[in-house]
């Protein structure tokens, strides 16, 4: 079993995709409590490097590595970097999403702001031809950020896992084939 019901979406968009074919190196953006790094690590043993990072701590896994801080802040993205050492990453997941207050007009724009930063992340550390999934919330700025995504990556479909609640607004952007 998994730490969190979360990992169930991951290993349903990873099988569909076949994303985890020949990954050397994955980022994971709000990671905690570690259940979509357990299923890195159980569908694609040969990944050497995994890196998780959350606001949260989490319970250690062998062979993860993990960053505890707010990816939003200048000195945990100077850590992260850090950590790569110009290693250049095959697939960056984000299911990062802020404590949500309820109220669409506060909770959405946070919520783009965490995914555009994971594009911004993707653009510095991709290998070409990587991959990145991304949890997204419908509503204000979802189509641009789709868009932008587009200009970045070959292929992007919106997918919306069989284990997510059906009224939730989250959605997952599965971009492969990064220019
Ligand atoms: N994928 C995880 C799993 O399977 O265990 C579950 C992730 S949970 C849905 C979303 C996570 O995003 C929370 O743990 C939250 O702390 C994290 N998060 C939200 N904002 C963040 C930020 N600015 N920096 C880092 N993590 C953040």
């Not at 990062?96 to 995914?115: E, K, V």
């Amino acid at each position: 079993g998994y730490r969190a019901r979360s990992a169930y979406k991951l290993a349903e968009i990873a099988e569909k995709f076949a994303l985890f074919a020949d990954l050397e190196a994955v980022v994971d953006l709000g990671a905690a409590p570690g259940g979509w790094c357990q299923v890195v690590q159980k569908m694609s043993p040969e990944t050497r490097f995994i890196v998780g990072l959350d606001l949260l701590p989490i319970e250690p896994i062998e062979g993860v590595h993990f960053i505890q801080g707010d990816f939003t802040s200048d000195e945990v993205y100077e850590q992260l970097l850090e950590l790569l050492n110009d290693r250049k990453i095959d697939l960056v997941l984000s299911d990062m999403a802020p404590n949500l207050s309820g109220m669409s007009a506060m909770d959405q724009p946070r919520c783009m702001l965490l995914a555009e930063m994971a594009l911004e992340f993707c653009q510095q550390s991709l290998k070409p031809g990587g991959s990145h999934v991304v949890k997204l919330f419908q509503g204000e700025g979802f189509d641009q950020h789709v868009q932008n995504i587009r200009q970045l990556f070959k292929k992007v479909v919106i997918y919306k896992p069989k284990s997510s609640r059906p009224r939730s607004r989250e959605v997952f952007a599965v971009a492969t084939g990064f220019k």
